[in-house]
């Protein structure tokens, strides 16, 4: 774990930064296949001030799952390229509230700042936000298996006849 004060890393504008191993994020992997010993999970967290006096929290979040694809149940790396911006409040009352003179700030997630913010609890709901819902290939490769070259068209005895054909025929009569 890795706690930050994020008031201070706010007003002093710091940016802190690691590598972590994928196989510390356990909700996460809860219902993920294993993966790969090797696997990071590199982020970055940089502190800033608008002029108005508010505290943003710049989340970037770069990591590549490993999931099963939901139609062929193969494996799928899943590559995640996370920027988020967050602004920091004072307390779980103001997450909700929304500020008339509040413009800068609109459509930006909240959260509460603390003296003692646990950054990697903070990258791992970046990366369950992250995971796909259905993860799919975009083509599967089961679905890559090469077809037997035709060196002629099919002929008529091979075409299949419309199921439709019949009522064009009713509609001549």
């Known amino acids: ?4 004060d994020t008031y201070e890393v706010t007003q002093l504008g710091q940016a802190i930064g690691g590598d972590v191993a994928l196989a510390q ?9 294993e993966q790969d010993s090797a696997s990071q999970v590199t982020w970055t967290l940089k502190g800033e001030r608008d002029m108005s006096g508010q505290r943003f929290l710049q989340l ?20 995640i390229q996370s920027d988020t911006r967050l602004l920091l409040v004072n307390s779980e009352a103001a997450l909700e509230v ?4 509040d413009e800068s700030a ?4 909240r959260i509460v700042g603390a003296r003692r913010f646990d950054v990697l609890a903070l990258v791992e709901d970046e ?19 090469a ?8 002929t008529e005895e091979h075409v299949r006849p419309s199921p ?3 009522l064009g025929k009713l509609k001549k009569d």
């Open 164 to 166: 439709f054909a019949v």
């Open 98 to 101: 929304d500020s008339p003179d």
């Open 127 to 145: 990366l369950i936000l992250c995971l796909p819902y259905v993860p799919k290939h975009e083509v599967c490769p089961s679905s890559l298996v």
């Open 60 to 79: 970037h979040v770069h990591a590549s799952p490993r999931l099963t694809c939901q139609r062929c149940l193969a494996p799928l790396e899943w590559p």
């Open 147 to 154: 077809l037997p070259e035709q060196d002629e068209p099919p």
């Open 106 to 109: 609109e459509g930006i997630e």
């Open 1 to 4: 774990m890795q706690y930050i």
């Open 25 to 33: 994020f356990t909700r996460l992997l809860d219902d993920l296949p």
